[in-house]
């Protein structure tokens, strides 16, 4: 996902409350999903990045950047 450009948001684990036959008799299954969340950044913010780095300006341009692509950040 990050080689493709993809930054990931959040991870989580999904519970799926009923466990499969395999998940409950074989030692090592997996239990649970990930869910991932991941956008691609438009070529714009690290263009901005670069130039503001290191600046109160850039900083707030990437908070504002992020939020906007993930907004359930706000809910938590």
């Known amino acids: 996902m990050l080689r493709a450009g993809f930054m990931i948001a ?8 009923t466990q499969t036959f395999k998940t409950v008799t074989t030692a090592g299954a ?8 991941a956008y691609k950044p438009n070529g714009g913010l690290e263009q901005r990045f670069k130039l503001e780095a290191g600046s109160e300006a850039g900083a707030w ?5 992020i939020y906007a692509n993930c907004p359930f950040l706000w809910r938590r």
């Open 10 to 17: 959040d991870v989580r684990t999904l519970d799926k409350q």
């Open 61 to 65: 341009d990437f908070v504002r950047t």
């Open 30 to 37: 997996v239990k649970q999903d990930l869910v991932i969340s």
